[in-house]
């Protein structure tokens, strides 16, 4: 039997995996930041037999209630990923209680983007009709960061900015990207259609390419949360905040969406602008009307549920969505997924899912086009 991490987006430590009914494991923290939560590790060995798999330091996890309710995710292929119903947190320590039908299976926080899956969507963008790759810079650690266009640019089209995986262990947020790309990139599609005669959309679907293949929950190779250093970064530390910054200040937004998880709260959610100083009447008309038209077209969005407006203090404006939302005066929202079950729409065997990523991403479609397209 043996408990292995080494690839892409791994992360687990090993204390003892001697017995198949007494694995002891601990998250491991960000490469350089002391932030815990991501998890992605491979048994093998074990077919047939009685496992029980125990995170001991669960509760020392940067963010403890998210293991209420949570339900790890599993797959033996990397492809197909499902609820390992035999969860449970006591309040200390994460239990898996699972019999594996094969001999390899790996666990996860939530479903993994690879970075092979990423350069696979960068090059459908660069082969679409519609799409074009362009090259902002590199990371920390000498990765590419590329910015998808989509649609023709020009004076009076209206620019859409959607960024992804500030932080690199919310990968929902890159499955989301991926499905908005599929609706933008299908030609039948007639909200896409509509769209893309009046919007050019501008889409980073991986803001932080070294923290997701270090398989890290919240910073980049530097230590730096990216989302947290919008008002100041620099070369040195956050290179990926910095060139984007850059870009969005080249081709201003009408509309700046910042795509998460939430650990805790099992909605999908936005959080809006209003504890801002700057905050005008328009932008609470277009905040009030992009909710509308979302929970219109999807039950799986919810306004009751969400984040408390004083909840990031002086910090807010270090935050992308806060700082183009000051700066630019535009509709600027931080759209957030749950890594547990939608509490409003539950599924059983996948919970929240990759695939409903995606599908919420055409709802945020539809959405915008009856907002920027009627």
């Known amino acids: 039997m043996r408990i292995s991490s080494n690839f892409d987006s791994g992360s687990i430590e090993i204390l003892s995996a001697d017995q198949p009914s007494d694995i002891r494991l601990a998250l491991r923290a960000d490469n350089a930041a002391d932030f815990r939560q991501w998890f992605h590790f491979r048994l093998q060995g074990a077919a047939g037999k009685r496992c029980r798999i125990r995170l001991l330091n669960a509760s020392a996890s940067s963010y403890p209630d998210g293991w ?62 519609v799409g074009t790759v362009s090259d902002l810079g590199a990371t920390v650690e000498g990765r590419d960061l590329n910015l998808i266009t989509v649609g023709r640019p020009a004076r009076k089209r209206k620019n859409v900015w959607v960024i992804a995986r500030q932080h690199p262990g919310e990968t929902m947020a890159e499955w989301f990207v991926e499905g908005m790309l599929d609706h933008l990139f299908d030609p039948a599609d007639p909200v896409s259609r509509r769209l893309l005669h009046q919007v050019c959309f501008r889409i980073v679907p991986n803001m932080n390419p070294d923290g997701s293949v270090r398989g890290n929950l919240r910073t980049n190779a530097a230590g730096c949360n990216l989302n947290r250093a919008w008002v100041a970064p620099d070369m040195e530390t956050s290179p990926e905040v910095f060139q984007v910054r ?19 709260l099992p909605y999908v959610f936005v959080d809006g602008n209003g504890m801002l100083p700057s905050f005008s009447s328009r932008q609470a008309e277009l905040e009030r009307d992009f909710s509308a038209a979302l929970l219109a077209a999807t039950p799986d969005f919810q306004t009751q549920y969400g984040y408390a407006q004083d909840r990031f203090g002086p910090e807010m404006l270090t935050l992308a969505s806060k700082w183009v939302g000051d700066r630019f005066g535009c509709l600027s929202l931080t759209l957030e997924m749950p890594f547990k079950d939608n509490a409003d729409l539950r599924d059983g065997v996948e919970g929240w899912s990759a695939e409903r990523s995606k599908r919420l991403a055409r709802s945020v479609l539809a959405a915008l086009q009856r907002m920027l397209a009627p």
């Open 68 to 129: 209420t309710d949570y339900k790890v995710v599993a797959s033996y292929d990397h492809d197909n990923w499902f609820r390992v119903s035999g969860t449970n947190y006591d309040g200390r320590a994460l239990t898996i209680d699972i019999q594996p039908e094969l001999d390899s299976i790996y666990f996860a926080y939530f479903q993994p983007y690879s970075w092979e899956r990423h350069l696979q969507l960068l090059g459908r963008a660069d082969s679409a009709m």
């Open 246 to 264: 850059e870009a969005i200040g080249r081709w201003q937004p009408d509309v700046f969406l910042d795509i998460h998880g939430d650990e805790a």
